[in-house]
């Protein structure tokens, strides 16, 4: 049926459809939308993971104190959905005048990794898989300090065994750090206290970071975090232990929400020997300030230039 | 109905359709409804434990703490003194109930009164006969050659619960480190920086106090040197090793 020539332009296309044209039409629309819909519908699991809040969530810095209480709110429902325990979590900021320096006397280790589990526990890392920031090497007694040569999985009656040094590796949080250089989405970053965080909300888990460290101080999230309920440590910091998502980098953050108040992070307060000190080095009366005057310092693959701020040094 | 209707009305159910889906894409599927809160855990229940591994009669006396264990009489009678039995090495066999003590908070004065004082006894190569009563209770291993095994060096010939000097200066038993640090100088030096020994508390001193341990907290001053500890597990793998890879030469990071 030929279009009527009088009808106004917007009526002619439409009197062009046949009854045929519209059927086909019709049942394409609906298969398409149908199509559409099934497509859409894991979207609706969505509201689970995550919501337009989080989606919509700005970066890190970009927020004002009262978007920041907004999210540490959203992050506290969160976590109590998927806890069942209320956390504080807070957004502590770096304090004026304050450089953190990490120091680790390789005289005294014994390798006991009573700071590993002691991390785990303050800064609620997955127990399943097992998620470690430290990790602890049991390197041969021959002069070496290539990596590649030290054991993490000694597991001796006792320790220290003769012909053995132990020599915990974690985040050196680097003043020339190659993993922020990597990272495509600037979600890790150093703090202006030294501390090289990662934002949970804004990694995208390319793992390039983890790829560039080299000290491998970096873990990721295959799979979301396990945590028993009873174990989960509420005081929480947003930068620093509150629980991981399932895709998302993470490391050591110097105990962010225990340092930044002024406390001497876990591994520290745990370690039997004494071998780990940490401290302020812009004080020059503090524990590490004397360390770097006074013992002999070795900075762990030095010659890569990461400038890091985590020492070894010897007892003399 | 004429064609143009019909058309509309197609265009309406479609555009309602999409609108319907528009709906059910935004919508957040209902939450569980809301939880009961639970109390909050205490963070003081989740701390680490800065304890050490022993207390010491040093740090009980400056503490202030209950310094009753420090006297066998709160338990024993002074009319019936405890009956002790050495096994086939002459050792004594310690009783259950004093299988955590330290010798160290033992009071020397309750078996050796200050108006008697102990005579040591010497072999002919010169070292100390330990007495028998001592005998697997009392391990002297103070220093690695041995050299420091005489009690009289540390301890006060008449009054075993105080201590003196080499030059002969008395200190009583909270005034230990004082005397760790007349022979062992460069330790004392960095304790006293804060380099030697455990600490917990605050880095900041002005957020508030560091927790620091004397030198007989951690060390037990007969046999200071220590023992070998049993390592906390090691990490575990996701999947089982292969037997021939069960210890990679490189480590899994």
Same mark, same amino acid.
């Given at each position: 049926m030929p279009p009527d020539p009088n009808l106004?332009?917007?009526?002619?296309?439409?009197?062009?459809?046949?009854?045929?044209?519209?059927?086909?039409?019709?049942?394409?629309?609906?298969?398409? $939308?149908?199509? =559409?819909?099934?497509?859409?519908?894991?979207?609706?699991?969505?509201?689970?993971?995550?919501?337009?809040?989080?989606?919509?969530?700005?970066?890190?810095?970009?927020?004002?104190?009262?978007?920041?209480?907004?999210?540490?709110?959203?992050?506290e429902d969160e976590v109590q959905r998927q806890y069942g325990i209320r956390p504080h979590v807070r957004d502590y900021k770096p304090m004026n005048g304050v450089e953190f320096v990490y120091a680790l006397?390789?005289?005294?280790?014994?390798?006991?990794?009573?700071?590993?589990?002691?991390?785990?526990?303050?800064?609620?890392?997955?127990?399943?898989?097992?998620?470690? !920031?430290?990790?602890?090497?049991?390197?041969?007694?021959?002069?070496?300090?290539?990596?590649?040569?030290? *054991?993490?999985? /000694?597991?001796?009656?006792?320790?220290?065994?003769?012909?053995?040094? /132990?020599?915990?590796?974690?985040?050196?949080?680097?003043?020339?750090?190659p993993c922020v250089k990597v990272c495509?989405?600037? $979600?890790?970053?150093?703090?202006? *206290?030294?501390?090289?965080?990662?934002? &949970?909300?804004?990694? =995208?888990?390319?793992?390039?970071?983890?790829?560039?460290?080299? !000290?491998?101080?970096?873990?990721?999230?295959?799979?979301?975090?396990?945590?028993?309920?009873? %174990? =989960?440590?509420?005081?929480?910091s947003y930068l620093g232990n509150r629980p991981r998502y399932k895709g998302v980098m993470e490391k050591c953050h110097f105990c962010i929400q225990r340092t930044r108040v002024g406390r001497y992070p876990a591994c520290v307060e745990v370690c039997p020997t004494?071998?780990?000190?940490?401290?302020?080095?812009?004080?020059?009366?503090?524990?590490?300030? &004397?360390?770097?005057?006074?013992?002999?310092?070795?900075?762990?693959?030095?010659?890569l230039g990461t400038l890091p701020r985590f020492f070894y040094y010897f007892d003399i | 109905m004429n064609r143009d209707r019909k058309t509309t009305l197609a265009l309406a159910v479609i555009t309602v359709g999409f609108a319907a889906l528009a709906v059910a894409f935004v919508r957040v599927p209902p939450r569980p409804g809301v939880i009961a809160l639970p109390p909050l855990v205490s963070p003081q229940d989740l701390a680490i434990v800065p304890g050490t591994v022993r207390v010491s009669a040093a740090q009980l006396v400056s503490s202030g703490g209950d310094?009753?264990?420090?006297?066998? /009489?709160?338990?024993?009678?002074?009319?019936?003194?405890?009956?002790?039995?050495?096994?086939?090495?002459?050792h004594i066999i310690l009783p259950k109930?004093?299988?955590? %003590?330290?010798?160290?908070?033992?009071?020397?004065?309750?078996?050796?009164?200050?108006?008697?004082?102990?005579?040591?006894? !010497?072999?002919?190569?010169?070292?100390?006969v330990m007495p028998e009563a001592h005998r697997g209770l009392l391990a002297i291993a103070h220093g690695r050659n041995f050299r420091n095994e005489n009690c009289y060096n540390c301890h006060d010939r008449n009054q075993l619960d105080q201590l003196h000097t080499p030059e002969g200066a008395k200190l009583s038993f909270d005034q230990a480190t004082l005397l760790c640090a007349g022979c062992h100088g460069p330790n004392y030096r960095d304790w006293?920086?804060?380099i030697h020994g455990r600490t917990s508390g605050y880095w900041d001193r002005q957020a508030g106090p560091i927790n620091r341990q004397q030198?007989?907290?951690?060390?037990?001053?007969?046999?200071?040197?220590?023992?070998? =500890?049993?390592?906390?597990?090691?990490?575990?793998?996701?999947?089982? %090793?292969?037997?021939h890879a069960a210890r990679p030469e490189s480590p899994a990071l």
């Open positions: 106004p332009p917007s009526d002619r296309a439409s009197a062009g459809m046949t009854r045929r044209s519209f059927l086909r039409g019709a049942a394409a629309l609906s298969v398409g $939308a149908a199509a =559409i819909a099934a497509g859409l519908a894991p979207l609706r699991q969505l509201g689970k993971f995550t919501s337009v809040n989080e989606f919509l969530q700005k970066y890190y810095k970009e927020l004002t104190p009262e978007e920041m209480k907004v999210v540490l709110a959203r992050i006397n390789l005289t005294r280790c014994v390798g006991c990794r009573k700071c590993v589990h002691a991390c785990v526990a303050e800064n609620n890392q997955s127990r399943n898989p097992e998620i470690q !920031y430290i990790r602890v090497l049991q390197m041969p007694n021959d002069g070496t300090f290539d990596m590649d040569k030290g *054991d993490t999985n /000694y597991a001796p009656k006792s320790v220290p065994q003769p012909g053995f040094f /132990y020599m915990p590796v974690q985040c050196h949080h680097c003043k020339n750090p495509p989405v600037k $979600a890790t970053w150093q703090e202006p *206290d030294g501390i090289t965080v990662v934002d &949970y909300n804004w990694c =995208i888990g390319c793992r390039y970071c983890e790829a560039a460290c080299p !000290y491998f101080a970096r873990r990721f999230n295959f799979t979301a975090p396990s945590i028993p309920t009873e %174990l =989960i440590n509420p005081n929480m004494g071998s780990r000190k940490f401290g302020n080095i812009l004080d020059p009366n503090s524990e590490v300030s &004397y360390i770097l005057k006074n013992k002999r310092v070795l900075i762990l693959k030095e010659e | 310094t009753s264990g420090l006297a066998c /009489y709160t338990c024993h009678h002074q009319d019936s003194p405890p009956v002790i039995q050495f096994d086939s090495q002459h109930e004093h299988a955590d %003590l330290i010798f160290s908070m033992r009071n020397c004065a309750e078996c050796h009164p200050p108006s008697d004082p102990v005579k040591l006894e !010497y072999a002919d190569d010169g070292s100390l006293q920086a804060g030198c007989t907290s951690c060390h037990d001053p007969h046999a200071p040197a220590f023992t070998g =500890i049993i390592p906390m597990p090691a990490p575990h793998y996701l999947h089982p %090793l292969p037997a």
